[in-house]
């Protein structure tokens, strides 16, 4: 037995385990680029606290995650409908393949070509908004905006991903149960929300938290369109302890950072477990 | 007529949903100019790969490519070669403690990477890791997920086929290698591909680990086309043209057993 989980597990505790700890050290103590580290206890934490920037950046993570997960989640139900109709048609998976491609591109192309598309000069959006009269507020450089556009572009790269998750769920769901509503006079809006919602329950469950986890530690396309701007507008937690580690060298207060956003993910991670029953099937 | 409508809006969303693409790639290939002409054109006036040879010259982008895919292949390979056994343990040998085990792992699975990033630059630092491939793919090949989806699919496989090889002399590892294994060539080939797009588009840990320039990845690489001039679009869209080519290609070949693999990697 041993020698069959011994290498996962070793490789799992020396980069996964190990760094959760190794944080919480480092989180208790106080870096010194040239000189030694010294136990400070809960001071980093403490300094955490009173710093209204960490504030502000946990205020627009909030407003991300607020505006991209019940975008994600609901495009990606209904492009996951749309094409679950058509399933019939050879065309349909034309339209998935398109709609799920943005997913395969990395992330540093989404946020480069969605800068270009929201530049306030010279991009398509405006443009294209202008010409047909539209007055569109300029994302990029409003700090009221900077979020929702990032927000947008998130939505338009991982929706996709949703997209064919929701459709593999939907593919479980017997025909028979439709067969019978059809049978009893149903129209396609009562049986969505009278058969497919109600069986879908789980899978949109589980996608609120895996949008939410991903909405928290949304970092290389703000990186990218922003550099969490127009001032701090746009600076979420990811990219706060990026700057209070790499560029202030506060090492101690951006693993605090780090092991306030472990242990929201794995609070989200046991409620989704709660939820759905895991760990009762074991 | 009603199947016509909704096969010609379907087509509209698709198309809508592809436009900045469409438009990144036409970006790259018109000359400065035409870039910032109004009213813009969708289809380039004048085909040019002036912005692409500044790209290929002036950064390491092939080495970055090569990066990608060397740190990609071995992420990939080493959570097969790590993961696969421990599935086996989970799903088919009996020992103290294995559900709790297991319970621990799958809590660990959905905490993302973004979060270790400080102690894992100490523990790569202390390592002397830091600029080397091992440094972003050791750790993606800790992720418990291909674990968690190899277990779920030998679960499904009859144990019978244990038993009776079993019976015929077998021990747990040619169980693994000849029974199971064989049949779960679907699963296998689901993990890898999830893996392999996984570590392709990492970016914030790889930023972090990788500071030389050309350690980094194509995902990483791009960011410095932004930040040594002023905002040239044309450049930073020929290099993301360059870097989402491979995807497409692949994708175009692929799609099916892309999406399948995708799909098979949810935890639903």
Not at chain 1, 120 to 139: E, H, M, N, S, Y
Request: proline share 6%; with cysteine; glycine share 6%.
């Amino acid at each position: 037995m041993v020698v069959f989980i011994l290498p996962f597990l070793a490789l799992w505790t020396l980069f996964r385990l190990g760094p959760v700890l190794y944080g919480i050290v480092i989180s208790l103590s106080h870096w010194d680029p040239f000189g030694s580290t010294v136990f400070v206890g809960g001071l980093n934490y403490l300094r955490l606290l009173r710093d209204s920037r960490f504030w502000e950046a946990l205020g627009n993570t909030f407003e991300f995650a607020i505006l991209v997960v019940p975008l994600i989640v609901s495009l990606g139900l209904v492009f996951a409908l749309l094409v679950h109709g058509a399933q019939h048609m050879r065309w349909a998976r034309v339209v998935e393949a398109a709609l799920f491609f943005p997913y395969l591109l990395t992330v540093s192309i989404v946020g480069l070509v969605w800068r270009w598309l929201f530049d306030p000069d010279f991009g398509i959006v405006l443009i294209t908004a202008k010409q047909l009269g539209l007055r569109l507020p300029v994302f990029l450089n409003e700090p009221r905006w900077a979020i929702p556009a990032i927000a947008f572009a998130t939505t338009w790269w991982l929706v996709g991903y949703r997209m064919v998750l929701f459709r593999a769920a939907l593919e479980d769901i017997p025909v028979e149960l439709y067969e019978a509503a059809q049978i009893d006079g149903a129209r396609w809006y009562t049986m969505i929300f009278a058969i497919t919602l109600p069986l879908l329950r789980p899978a949109i469950l589980f996608a609120v938290v895996l949008t939410t986890i991903s909405g928290f530690t949304a970092f290389g396309q703000v990186l990218i369109m922003t550099q969490g701007g127009p001032g701090r507008a746009s600076e979420v937690l990811a990219l706060y302890m990026y700057r209070i580690g790499f560029d202030y060298l506060e090492m101690g207060q951006a693993a605090a950072v780090g092991v306030v956003l472990f242990v929201v993910m794995l609070a989200l991670t046991l409620l989704a477990f709660r939820w759905l029953g895991y760990g009762t099937e074991l | 007529m009603r199947r016509l409508l909704y096969a010609l809006g379907l087509t509209g969303l698709a198309i809508v949903w592809v436009l900045p693409v469409v438009w990144m790639a036409s970006t790259a290939v018109k000359p400065t100019p035409e870039i910032f002409a109004l009213p813009p054109t969708w289809i380039p006036h004048q085909l040019t790969l002036e912005h692409v040879r500044v790209v290929l010259e002036r950064w390491p982008f092939l080495r970055w490519f090569t990066n990608s895919v060397v740190i990609s292949t071995s992420s990939t390979a080493l959570s097969l070669v790590v993961s696969i056994p421990a599935a086996f343990a989970f799903a088919r040998l009996k020992w103290w403690g294995r559900d709790v085990v297991f319970l621990i792992f799958l809590a660990s699975m959905l905490i993302p990477l973004e979060v270790n990033v400080i102690p894992l630059y100490f523990l790569m630092n202390r390592l002397r890791l830091l600029n080397t491939y091992p440094s972003v793919f050791l750790p993606i090949a800790a992720m418990p997920i291909g674990v968690f989806l190899l277990r779920q699919f030998f679960l499904n496989i009859p144990q019978e086929l244990d038993d009776a090889a079993r019976v015929d002399g077998c021990g747990s590892f040619r169980i693994l290698w000849h029974v199971i294994l064989p049949l779960s060539r679907p699963a296998l080939a689901a993990m890898g591909i999830y893996m392999f797009i996984f570590t392709w588009n990492e970016f914030f840990w790889s930023m972090i680990a990788l500071q030389k320039p050309y350690m980094l990845t194509l995902s990483v690489g791009l960011r410095a086309l932004q930040g040594a001039y002023d905002i040239d679009y044309g450049i930073l869209m020929s290099g993301s043209t360059l870097a989402a080519l491979p995807a497409l290609v692949v994708y175009l070949f692929f799609q099916r057993s892309i999406i399948r693999g995708i799909t098979m990697t949810s935890y639903r």
